[in-house]
């Protein structure tokens, strides 16, 4: 009885972590698809709305959900509460937010050279970086979808059969 229960909880806990790293697969083409929606907004924000960029980040972290609202959110107040450069504000709201994304360290560098542009250009030379940027996360999103297309299923089937593996090898 003891030696089922074991099995069952083995099997559950390696099904559970293979499906985590799934989720983490399908999590970050989701997340810069949101990304790159979120600068499409600042950018039609900036061009055609003249909003302010602390105005322009408060209204992307209503219509976003967490981790990247947070991100947005914490760049605004930086901008409102503190004496700082927008460079400066935009790159410690992304080392703040950055380890709860499911983004990798090329859209944290292509995040962190868009912030040392924001705010420093007229508005259509501000429009081109953010073509820039979003033709960067459009390949990076193409990478991520083609790994979750790869490995997703794998690393669901991994999680349960490295359970069976390791039930086989102990019994």
Same mark, same amino acid.
């Given at each position: 009885?003891?030696?089922? &229960? ?57 219509? &976003? ?52 542009? &924001? ?46 593996? &390791? ?5």
């Amino acid at each position: 009885m003891v030696k089922l &229960l074991g099995a069952i909880f083995i099997i559950v806990a390696t099904t559970w972590t293979g499906f985590e790293a799934a989720k983490h697969l399908s999590e970050r083409p989701r997340q810069l698809r949101q990304l790159k929606s979120a600068l499409q907004s600042l950018e039609a924000e900036i061009m055609y709305g003249h909003t302010p960029l602390h105005e322009a980040a408060r209204r992307l972290a209503a219509q &976003l959900t967490k981790p990247l609202s947070s991100f947005f959110e914490g760049f605004a107040k930086k901008l409102t509460d503190t004496e700082t450069t927008v460079k400066d504000a935009w790159e410690a709201s992304l080392n703040e937010v950055w380890k709860q994304t499911a983004l990798k360290q090329g859209e944290f560098e292509i995040m962190k050279q868009f912030g040392e542009t &924001l705010g420093r250009h007229d508005r259509f030379s501000q429009q081109k970086h953010i073509m820039l940027t979003l033709s960067h996360l459009e390949r990076e999103e193409a990478d991520a979808i083609d790994k979750q297309v790869r490995y997703e299923k794998m690393a669901k089937s991994l999680g349960f059969f490295s359970g069976l593996l &390791l039930i086989i090898l102990l019994i």
